[in-house]
T-cell receptor, first 109, second 116 residues
Framework: GQNIDQPTEMTATEGAIVQINCTYQTSGFNGLFWYQQHAGEAPTFLSYNVLDGLEEKGRFSSFLSRSKGYSYLLLKELQMKDSASYLCAGLDSNYQLIWGAGTKLIIKP | ETGVTQTPRHLVMGMTNKKSLKCEQH?????MYWYKQSAKKPLELMFV???????ENNSVPSRFSPECPNSSHLFLHLHTLQPEDSALYLCASSQGTSGGPTDTQYFGPGTRLTVL
């Protein structure tokens, strides 16, 4: 079956760094997406990885290892506004997104 | 700024009512999606339309009926729903559905549906 696993909740301190992990099992693989969703709002696109390695975009970076079925989202210099849920999703061989349940990130002052 | 709008934002309906959710995308995309989001669960894909043609129907009960009159508009018609259908219904669009960054989906704000 297809599955995306990520931690349910994480807590971090303002100004610190946090890494949110995601492991995936999909039928075929056409890339991995990360989205941010604030409470009561729509998910917004953060990153897309299809090749192994690290993609950096400002304070946010995303890493992919296809051989390990593993990705992580790295958030640096955390701000209070980064408190949100982070959704990991894998694109399968039918070009459908398989979603994780999301990781709720709580930022403390 | 998402470029995808949904109406209404909130809807309360009885089990015998008929209502419709509307989605419009202003991004020039070719594919549109309906998702159901329940608390602490992964997004559930309901329907996919690509160039106005339905390409996916993930075993959704017939009390949910989609309609896609053109590439910019998508409707979800609701009829005799159950209380367990209460959830956030999200619409999304993407440029394509054939792999790569063009499959990036952009979401509307959702309709919070409560079935009494």
């Amino acid at each position: 079956g297809q599955n995306i696993d990520q931690p349910t909740e994480m807590t971090a301190t303002e100004g610190a760094i946090v890494q949110i992990n995601c492991t995936y099992q999909t039928s075929g693989f056409n890339g991995l997406f990360w989205y941010q969703q604030h409470a009561g709002e729509a998910p917004t696109f953060l990153s897309y990885n299809v090749l192994d390695g690290l993609e950096e975009k400002g304070r946010f970076s995303s890493f992919l290892s296809r051989s390990k079925g593993y990705s992580y989202l790295l958030l640096k210099e955390l701000q209070m506004k980064d408190s949100a849920s982070y959704l990991c999703a894998g694109l399968d061989s039918n070009y459908q997104l398989i979603w994780g349940a999301g990781t709720k990130l709580i930022i403390k002052p | 700024e998402t470029g995808v709008t949904q109406t209404p934002r909130h809807l309360v309906m009885g089990m015998t009512n008929k209502k419709s959710l509307k989605c419009e995308q202003h991004l020039g995309h070719n594919a549109m999606y309906w998702y159901k989001q329940s608390a602490k669960k992964p997004l559930e894909l309901m329907f996919v339309y690509n160039f106005k043609e339905q390409t996916e129907n993930n075993s959704v009960p017939s009390r949910f009926s989609p309609e896609c009159p053109n590439s910019s508009h998508l409707f979800l018609h609701l009829h005799t729903l159950q209380p367990e259908d209460s959830a956030l219904y999200l619409c999304a669009s993407s440029q394509g559905t054939s792999g790569g960054p063009t499959d990036t989906q952009y979401f509307g704000p959702g309709t919070r549906l409560t079935v009494l």
